[in-house]
């Protein structure tokens, strides 16, 4: 016997919902894909809390501009927090020393930002992760405004990754401006 969607009892009807919401996500997460080829997960289109909720935690891109995907930014940093394994809060606004931005300590990880000595216009940026076992996927960069930047990261190696990065890549902007919130996921 068949029952419709009117049939099922409100409990009945959420359990429903999240049991598409997980395998929905689990089917992105598996998607197969050619030998040699690269998975290029569809960015985040949707508005809602769930939409963002799954794009989290199945590795789609997140938008860049969080409020003109229709969002509100306390509603995507309660998610990031949640889903995050390390998170580095915003800085106090007198901390606009360099050397105070340069080296930033959160929730389970420290972000280190160098100067590379053998070509001036590249930084290093260095994840050094409380423990040892500890890995991410990918690092999130938020800013109050909204804006956002995502870095796809390696493997670990002995509780760091580390980045060489260009001093023209936005992506420095966000990690030295001390006003971004970091979350590891």
Not at 108 to 129: C, K, M, N
Request: with cysteine.
């Amino acid at each position: 016997m068949t029952r419709t969607w009117q049939d099922f009892t409100d409990p009945e009807r959420e359990t429903a919902r999240q049991l598409f919401v997980a395998l929905t996500a689990s089917t992105s997460m598996a998607a197969v894909v050619e030998p040699g080829a690269t998975p290029r997960p569809a960015p985040y289109t949707g508005r809602s809390i769930s939409q963002a909720w799954h794009a989290i935690v199945s590795g789609r891109p997140l938008p860049s501009d969080v409020e003109a995907a229709g969002l509100a930014l306390e509603d995507l940093s309660a998610l990031l927090d949640r889903a995050s394994v390390a998170a580095v809060p915003r800085q106090a606004a007198a901390a606009t020393d360099p050397s105070v931005a340069a080296a930033r300590t959160g929730r389970g990880v420290t972000i280190r930002l160098a100067p590379s000595r053998s070509d001036v216009s590249q930084t290093y940026v260095t994840l050094e992760f409380d423990d040892r076992g500890m890995a991410a996927g990918r690092l999130i960069a938020l800013r109050p405004d909204g804006a956002m930047t995502e870095i796809a990261l390696p493997t670990p190696v002995e509780g760091a990754v580390q980045l060489l990065v260009s001093d023209d890549d936005p992506a420095l902007v966000f990690l030295a401006d001390t006003d971004c919130r970091i979350y590891l996921v």
